[in-house]
């Protein structure tokens, strides 16, 4: 495929996102089936209370370690985090391979237009946490 | 409930959801919400983490069969997400200084307005193109696509300025709610740029993913998305979007735009009982 030519912007940003997508599915589906074995007969009581002032705010896990953790016993709650997180990085990749397609392309105005978008959204996904939160 | 029930009815609902998210442009939020608040009793916060992920699962999952169809426009998506990643920043950052009530109020207000030229526009099929010129013209924003019918559809974006104004207020709605910018996003394109609707649906869908990437930090980071919650919506989500990726080109443009009228006054609606302190 010759990159140059701007009918494969499509084709290479349609297959990122179908990759990034059933990726994701897989792995939820995995952490699914691994919730669902281990406690679908469970009841849901209390599992969807919301305590503002602890952070999570649910009764799960968020430690990185603890995440890395669960990934290694295979955890249902850190597998679907994980497939969750590839569904959240399939936008991130589509800009960026945007970018670099451009590039390809020679198309200036929309470099420019496509890596200030890839700024935002970094910038934004990396430091919005750190805004103080105060009605939350 | 069941855990197990749980997930399946979840999952379920979340089909529906997809389904019409992506065929409208907007991410399934409207749906996914007022079901695990007024069903589930599910917190709010926990709902609007889902929904975060909702939105991100109906665009990409849709996304690529539309981008195949070349019904999406990327030229457009592309540049007007500069404005709505830009206003995605400023409604995160003004959350915590605004009250989200007025603030609510004003954009619930506004959507109930835009009912009014869109319902004008109920039965049209295909807009008469503008002509191509300006930044428009300089900006590349104009393409063609294959209607349900086999007509090869030529058009022009104008008035991008516009355009971006509408996607910033977009992006606004989407970091401070963490819903509503889809609908926002379709409206800019089909009132001011005047695409067709169906171009104006998927590019808004093709665009949602990365307004909602933006703010999804922000829900992790709070610990807002909740495992057992977003996992039967994501799923659900990305089958329905798939289906509804495969319905959108076999249905026409007036019913498209029936189905967007009617949640267009849901989602104005939804905001306003929200800002009154009834929440849905």
């Known amino acids: 495929m010759n990159l140059r030519d701007p009918e494969s912007m499509s084709v ?4 990122l996102l179908r990759y990034g997508v059933v990726l994701s599915a897989i792995i939820v589906i995995a952490g699914t089936i691994r919730l669902a074995t281990a406690s679908g007969l469970s009841d ?3 599992l969807f209370a919301y305590s503002a002032d602890t952070i999570p705010h649910g009764t799960f896990s968020l430690s990185v370690s603890g995440f890395f953790n669960g990934l290694a016993a295979l955890d249902p709650y850190s597998l679907i985090e994980l497939g969750v997180m590839v569904l ?3 936008p991130v990749a589509r800009v960026t391979a945007s970018v670099l397609l451009f590039a390809a392309e020679r198309d200036r105005i929309y470099v420019v237009i496509t890596a200030v978008v890839l700024g935002l959204l970094l910038f934004s996904m990396l430091a919005t946490p750190f805004i103080p939160v105060f009605h939350g | 409930m069941l855990i197990l ?3 399946v009815i979840l999952f379920l609902f979340s089909i529906f959801a997809g389904i019409f998210g992506s065929m409208l442009g907007l991410g399934g939020g409207v749906v996914v919400i ?3 608040t007024l069903l589930f009793g599910v917190d709010i916060h926990f709902a609007i983490g889902a929904s975060i992920v909702a939105i991100i699962g109906t665009s990409s999952g849709a996304a690529s069969t539309y981008i195949k169809d070349k019904v999406t426009n ?5 540049f007007l997400e500069l404005a709505s990643a830009s206003g995605a920043i400023v409604g995160a950052a003004i959350a915590a200084y605004v009250n989200s009530v007025a603030l609510e109020l004003i954009f619930g207000v506004i959507l109930l307005f835009t009912l009014i030229p869109t319902l004008m526009k109920i039965g049209e099929d295909i807009p008469k193109s503008p002509e191509l010129n300006g930044l428009s013209k300089r900006l590349g924003l104009h393409g063609s696509y294959t209607e349900t019918d086999g007509r090869v559809i030529d058009y022009n974006a104008t008035r991008p300025v516009a355009g971006l104004t509408g996607t910033a207020a977009a992006g606004v709605v989407s970091g401070f709610l963490g819903v509503g910018g889809g609908a926002f996003k379709v409206l800019s394109m089909d009132l001011a740029m005047k695409l067709p609707l169906k171009v104006s649906t998927t590019t808004s869908n093709f665009m949602i993913g990365v307004t909602a990437a933006a703010s999804a930090g922000i829900y992790f980071a709070r610990g807002d998305v909740n495992p057992l919650i977003v996992a039967p919506v994501a799923l659900g989500i990305l089958l329905g979007a798939a289906i509804g990726a495969r319905l959108l080109l ?4 007036p019913t498209i735009r029936k189905a967007f009228s009617v949640v267009l006054a849901l989602t104005a609606l ?3 009982l929200s800002a009154m302190g009834v929440q849905v």
């Open chain 1, 12 to 15: 290479v940003i349609g297959t």
């Open chain 1, 44 to 46: 849901t009581n209390g």
């Open chain 1, 88 to 90: 959240i990085a399939t």
């Open chain 2, 5 to 7: 029930e749980f997930l």
């Open chain 2, 34 to 36: 007022p079901v695990l």
């Open chain 2, 74 to 78: 990327l030229r457009v998506g592309m």
């Open chain 2, 250 to 253: 076999k249905t026409r443009n």
């Open chain 2, 270 to 272: 939804e905001m306003i």
